[in-house]
């Protein structure tokens, strides 16, 4: 039994969701006999299980083979600017649990980190089969090298290396990915990318960023960055941006730029619902209160929300006239707290700015994930890389 | 011999450039004896042609195999603005004959259409190797179905069937594709594209178009009409383009919106060196006469250029957040000829808003190819479309 056949078989049935033994001896091109003689010994190491007879094409009753879920458990843990949250998922992907945390990044990286680690431990305390750990982080990341190069809007978190502290500390395959692609690649496999070929997931929560899907694969650049959308220029002559740039997207349309302008115009005495809110706490306005407001015909964060969609809408237009994407996916707190004000605005605006022949093909919809995706999705790149690093020597 | 094993070792042959018998074994996975069978056939039906004798790694002799670069000839046609760029190349791409016409597009499109013919049918009487032919065009393509849906800037030329009409007359394959992407296919056959995997290449003319590629393959996104860059807005409040939208690139940087600038300058009656020319003809100003008095430090010229080259600089720096290249190529009549005064604005420009990560990984280069770069790609792509549909059962 060769180790390299091996290895395929068990991506094979792992990406195919369920599988015959006819089905794989088909798709590797290998002896039936010689397929079912290494479904046996996976099977007695228990890293696939069967599942229920069922009919095959010629009448013939087949039996179908699943990956088994709980060969490993992972720990998913996002750690956002407000929040961090953190699961534990199986070797599938499906959530088994979810805990949601203050992030305290403004403590300092220590703090916020211990306040992390403690939670792993009292998971691993409960769950021994976890094999490995994924980190999905909202600032610039090095994936390669498992860091957190900078965190706009955040001081402090200045080449983090994540990875190796976290490899160091519970001895786990440890994986580091960009929040906005962590949660794309499980809108991919659970979510709205399911099937689709070349799409785009545009995040937009405190930041944005994007994840382009290039032929169902994601697309990273030569140095892993690509999908800074945040910081692409649509106001030559805009604001400045934090990050030193001026009419950078971000300050128009992300969750703290609408947080920023509400704050300016209750400041400016503008009548709003959340005017007594907020001379209590200046501070506490939330983009769920801003968007609960707009709904209630609050005409301060209607205006604000909808000029936000406005530019998201001149963004997505350049998208599309670049990319020719088949579908946006729109994920993060905005669009899933503001979808109502947001949405009519925002495609207006990219109608009126893309090509027809462009526009008329792609379908702009909002994400219907809970908040564990980004976690779940840092999970999904661990068993992965658990995948390709778990002893096939053990099996064959 | 199977059909299928003789194309797949033809295409082989044909993209490797030279290859010898034994290369061919490994690459295929096919028995010596039977590839070198293959190859006698292929070179008794003059398809493929030997060369020199040079030593292997074993200090044994081997013959090296090229495809025969005269199995067929392809006209190539770069229909412009303002001039028809008109070439035949061999089956490998090497330009045999160019010419360049007025393209006459103002007298419509017959009469633009009908002087191209008559160039063709002479070229047809002199080279009877001629097979194909590729048709390169600024316009909006529709590759699929082989039309112009429209041609921004130039009226007319609505939904032409430009492959159904040239099949129809000469009865040879035909490919048509936009220009920028034709121009860029030459680029990683011949130019500074070779050997990159994700690059952009940018092609700045008349109009201005991107050609983007992912791992070394040209992206087209889902209805083929991906690279639309000089319609991204990088002003949201900035002037109406001919597309219908506010503040497209190629309203402030494309070689129309410079001749349009200047012009509007000189109307002025704003000091310049071409002042006088331009009172004998308000039509006649070109880019390259534009790019000649900055050089020779006209004020007018000078400011217009490096203003067009600050534009460019930040549509790049979108480019680079969002693709994360690791090269863009400027191709097209405005670096050709405006280099000197274009590139240094143009760059500061583009770092100044690009992420710092990013920008430091990319390369911006001005593309050294020919003007008959675009009709060359064209006859490229038309040679790869042959080497799909040539007889194979010819030679098996």
């Excluded at 088994?68 to 961090?84: K, Y």
């Excluded at 785009?200 to 994840?211: L, R």
């Excluded at 993060?332 to 004000?341: D, E, F, H, I």
Aim: charged share 20%.
């Amino acid at each position: 039994m060769r180790k390299s056949e091996l290895a395929r078989l068990v991506k094979l049935i792992y990406s195919e969701g369920e599988s015959s033994r006819v089905d794989l001896a088909t798709k590797t091109s290998l002896a039936p006999s010689y397929v079912s003689s290494m479904v046996n010994r996976l099977q007695q190491k228990k890293w696939i299980i069967e599942g229920s007879h069922v009919a095959s094409d010629r009448g013939r009753r087949k039996v179908l083979l699943y990956f088994n879920p709980d060969l490993a458990h992972v720990v998913g843990v996002e750690i956002g600017r407000v929040h961090s949250r953190i699961v534990v998922t199986d070797f599938l992907g499906k959530t088994l649990s979810f805990k949601k945390i203050p992030s305290q990044v403004s403590a300092g990286e220590d703090h916020a980190l211990n306040s992390i680690h403690r939670e792993i431990k009292e998971l691993l305390k409960q769950d021994d089969k976890i094999q490995g750990m994924g980190i999905a982080h909202s600032g610039v990341i090095d994936r390669a090298r498992g860091m957190v190069l900078f965190w706009p809007k955040v001081s402090g978190w200045r080449d983090v290396e994540l990875r190796r502290a976290f490899a160091e500390e519970y001895g786990m395959a440890t994986v580091v990915e960009d929040s906005a692609r962590t949660t794309a690649i499980t809108e991919q496999r659970f979510g709205l990318g399911k099937g689709q070929k070349d799409f785009v997931f545009v995040h937009a929560g405190v930041g944005i960023g994007a994840a382009i899907f290039v032929d169902g694969e994601l697309y990273s650049g030569c140095n892993g960055i690509a999908g800074e959308l945040g910081h692409t220029t649509i106001d030559e002559t805009g604001p400045l941006c934090s990050c030193g740039n001026r009419g950078c997207l971000e300050v128009s349309a992300s969750g703290s730029a609408i947080i920023q302008k509400v704050s300016t115009g209750l400041e400016q005495g503008v009548a709003s619902s959340l005017s007594e809110a907020f001379s209590h706490d200046h501070q506490g306005i939330s983009l769920e209160a801003i968007a609960s407001a707009a709904e209630s015909h609050d005409r301060l964060c209607e205006t604000i929300l909808a000029e936000a969609g406005i530019h998201l809408g001149t963004a997505l237009a350049n998208i599309v006239n670049l990319l020719n994407p088949e579908r946006i996916i729109l994920g993060g707190t905005l669009p899933r707290v503001a979808k109502n004000s947001l949405m009519e605005p925002l495609k207006r605006s990219m109608r009126s700015r893309a090509f027809q022949r462009s526009v008329s093909r792609v379908d702009v919809v909002v994400s219907e994930l809970g908040e564990d995706a980004a976690a779940v999705g840092a999970c999904l790149l661990t068993a992965n890389q658990l995948l390709e690093s778990l002893s096939i020597a053990a099996v064959s």
